[in-house]
Each structure stands twice: as structure tokens, then as C-alpha cells.
């Protein structure tokens, strides 16, 4: 009760609106597809007319746009695509001139490029917020039960303490490194934990070292949740194995705020109420619904996504679309020796592998210099694993890349966040 009490209080002094927001949530949650478009239409003119008044970049890029003529989401595609160099460029032109009454500084991590700073008004933030604890509510989950959190640090001790400050009022505690005294405390306090979440690739390490020492399992999580990285194959069995609950996934992005979020029955159903989504060439280009400090209409995020036909269902009776995956980043090249191949071909040579032989595999690609690749593998593999992933590297790449295969890669812990592909060319 203490820590509700607390979460209560904190709540309502930065984001006074996210009841009311939570209330609709779980209220839209119920909506037909028919609804839930209607309100996406509602919302987009809302932002589109709102922007053409207030933002100096939208007042020029959508002089020509009469907004009274969209009578359907289709006609989104009346508007210009923003890019990521787009947002950095004319950050304070795509600012609106608006007095909000309370607004905060938001920061991209700048893992895939220059980081992105601007202003979300609180309203925006308590939907983005809401949107979270909307998800938690599918698997039982309250925000303010015992959670364990991994995330990546680089803390000198005086952060160290506020940190833990800070988690100790959120009823939170973290891991801070896989040495065994340090790791035991953290499995030991995991045993009164509802919940665990951050880093995807930090829960299955430390999954594995809890299946791999033999200790004791938490009993009583209700749910596993990744984020900000990619969810391998490879991770489900040793997750489920080592906390009794499979590993979910929420996706989604400091200036969109949460696009996608995994239900009870495994799927990731879009947050139709906070984006619009499209598919487009296989990107994602996300409308942020809400946000009209900073408005993100049409953008790029710089993932390749794949969205369910509109016509499937999820048993869990939500309507809302459902996305199936986020196959990888938009825009980092490999190089070969004379040819220049999308990033995307790792995506697909090791979902081959897990689709067609029932081999999962956690990998990391090095280039360092062109025609070269360098394949870090968390797993060790059998002569016969090793030979089918080198036909399926050959099927992709041919003779113009050579590599080198490293086995049983230690990820450490503290390094951020991990990326599957990183060049240095």
C-alpha cells in the first residue's frame, strides 16, 4: 500500500491527466476497428489543423493541404514524408507556438544517429504513459508492484545513489553487473518481484546464468517484458525456463511513444489511439496521434517492420491491428567486395535457420572493413549448424564477403544497448 501510495502521489504531481487517459484506454481497448479508425481520422485532423496554425514548418509544408477534404485515413497519403535528418534540421521550425501549461524535455538516445532533443506537453506524455500501464494490465501487472529493471549504465557513484534513490521510491531495484555476489542479491530480491523489464538482451543473460548456476527461480512474476532491443528466437525457451513466464514485447520510440504493445496471447497489437501506422516498402512510418508541442506526422522511424493482414483476429478480442514483427533497421549497408547489400539479409539468414533446421541463434555482425564480416554468436554450434548457417550466409552474399564465425560471445553487462549490426565503415 506504501508504494501505491507513493506511485499515487508522484503520479498526480507530474502527470496529472493519466488517469483520465488510463480510464480511456481501457475503455477504447473494447472499441470495434470501425471505432478505432474513426478516432484515428478525428485525432489526425485535429493535428494536421493545429499544426498548420502553430508550427512554422508545417504552415509551409502543408500550405496546399486542405484538411476538409480527408474522409479517410488513405488520405494521410496526401502528405510529405518527415525523415529523421528532418526533425534535427528544423527542430525548432517543427516546434509549435503554443503556451502549453506544462511541458518537459524529452531526449532520443541517438543510438542509431544524432540524438533528438524536444518538448512533449504532459498530456502527451500521461497518453504515452497510460499506454504502458495499459499493457501492464494484460498480464495483471499494477506499475507500482516490486520490478526488477535492466538497463544499461555508465554511472560514477554519486549517480549510482540517486538511482537507487529514485528506484527505491518506484518500489524498483536494478542489476548493475553479472559478478556473482552482486548477481545472487539481485536474483534473491527477484523472489517478491510481479515484474521484470528493460534491456531484452540483459533479461536472457541473466535467464541464462539463473538455468546455468541451477538457482533458485521467482515464483510469483506475472510478466517478462523486453524492450528497445530485438527479442531473438533464441531467448524465449531460456526466459520461460528461468522466470516461468515467457518474454513479451513492447516497441516504440522516444518521439512516437509506444507504437506496439504484446498481449497475453502473444500478439503485438498496434496502440491505435496514440499512432497511425504505415507499411510502406516494408518501413514503418508512424503518426504520433498525440503529441502537438513536437508534431511527428508521417515518420520515417528507420525500421523495417511487417504488419498482419487487417483481417486477423487475436483471441484475446481486441481489435486492434496487430503488427508481427520489427525485422531490423532502415539504411545501414553492407559492403562487399564489389557489391552493396541491405543489413536486412541478416534478419533472413537467421530466420531461415530458425524456420527451416529449428535453429535459434543470438548473433551480432561486425563489419570493420569492406568484404569482411565478423559474426559473434552467443551459442555454440554443432559441425553440422555451422555448415547450414554458412550456406545460408553463402545464399545471401555469394562469394564477395569472407567472415570469420565467433561462438559462445559473452554480452557484458552495463554496455547499453546491443545492436545486431554495427560498421565502422
Not at 33 to 40: D, R, T
Amino acid at each position: 500500500m506504501f508504494h501505491k501510495l507513493i506511485f499515487n502521489i508522484g503520479e498526480r504531481l507530474r502527470n496529472p491527466s493519466i488517469r483520465k487517459w488510463f480510464v480511456f484506454l481501457k475503455q477504447s481497448e473494447h472499441w470495434s476497428i470501425e471505432q478505432l479508425e474513426a478516432y484515428q481520422l478525428a485525432q489526425l485532423k485535429d493535428l494536421i489543423s493545429f499544426a498548420k496554425v502553430n508550427s512554422e514548418y508545417y504552415k509551409e509544408t502543408f500550405k496546399n493541404i486542405d484538411i476538409k477534404s480527408f474522409t479517410s485515413l488513405k488520405d494521410i497519403q496526401q502528405l510529405p514524408l518527415l525523415s529523421k535528418q528532418d526533425v534535427i534540421l528544423h527542430n525548432e521550425k517543427i516546434h509549435t507556438k503554443h503556451a502549453f501549461k506544462k511541458v518537459f524535455t524529452a531526449t532520443t538516445s541517438g543510438s542509431s544517429g544524432d540524438p533528438l532533443v524536444y518538448k512533449r506537453e504532459e498530456s502527451a506524455d500521461s497518453f504515452n504513459r497510460a499506454s504502458i500501464f495499459r499493457g501492464y494490465s494484460w498480464h495483471n501487472v499494477q506499475p507500482w508492484e516490486r520490478n526488477g529493471y535492466f538497463w544499461g549504465f555508465d554511472f560514477s557513484r554519486f549517480k549510482q545513489l540517486k538511482i537507487s534513490a529514485l528506484d527505491a521510491l518506484q518500489n524498483r531495484f536494478r542489476m548493475f553487473d553479472y559478478k556473482e555476489k552482486a548477481f545472487n542479491r539481485f536474483v534473491k530480491k527477484l523472489r517478491k518481484a510481479t515484474y521484470i523489464h528493460g534491456y531484452s538482451s540483459m533479461i536472457y543473460q541473466s535467464a541464462k546464468l539463473i538455468n546455468d548456476k541451477k538457482l533458485p527461480k521467482p515464483k510469483h512474476l506475472k510478466m517478462v517484458k523486453g524492450t528497445s532491443e530485438k527479442i531473438y528466437d533464441s531467448y524465449t525457451e531460456e526466459v520461460q525456463k528461468a522466470f516461468g513466464v515467457p518474454i513479451i514485447s513492447e516497441y516504440g520510440a522516444a518521439e512516437t511513444g509506444i507504437i506496439a504493445f504484446e498481449c497475453a496471447k502473444g500478439n503485438m497489437h498496434l496502440n491505435m489511439e496514440g499512432v497511425l501506422v504505415e507499411e510502406i516498402d516494408k518501413q514503418i512510418v508512424v503518426t504520433n496521434l498525440q503529441m502537438k508541442t513536437f508534431p511527428i506526422i508521417r515518420y520515417q522511424l528507420g525500421d523495417y517492420i511487417e504488419l498482419a493482414s487487417k483481417d486477423t483476429k487475436c483471441s484475446c478480442g481486441m481489435a486492434h491491428y496487430i503488427l508481427n514483427e520489427v525485422a531490423g533497421r532502415v539504411g545501414e549497408n553492407v559492403y562487399g567486395n564489389k557489391e552493396i547489400y541491405p543489413s536486412l539479409y541478416f534478419y533472413y539468414i537467421f530466420k531461415n535457420l530458425g524456420k527451416k533446421h529449428d535453429i535459434k541463434l543470438t548473433y551480432q555482425i561486425i563489419q570493420k572493413e569492406k568484404g569482411i564480416l565478423i559474426f559473434n554468436l552467443k551459442e555454440n554450434l554443432t559441425n553440422k549448424h555451422e555448415q547450414l548457417l554458412k550456406q545460408e550466409i553463402y545464399n545471401y552474399f555469394s562469394d564477395d564477403i569472407t567472415y570469420n564465425i565467433n561462438q559462445n560471445v559473452k554480452k557484458k553487462a552495463g554496455n547499453g544497448k546491443t545492436k545486431s549490426f554495427i560498421s565502422y565503415i
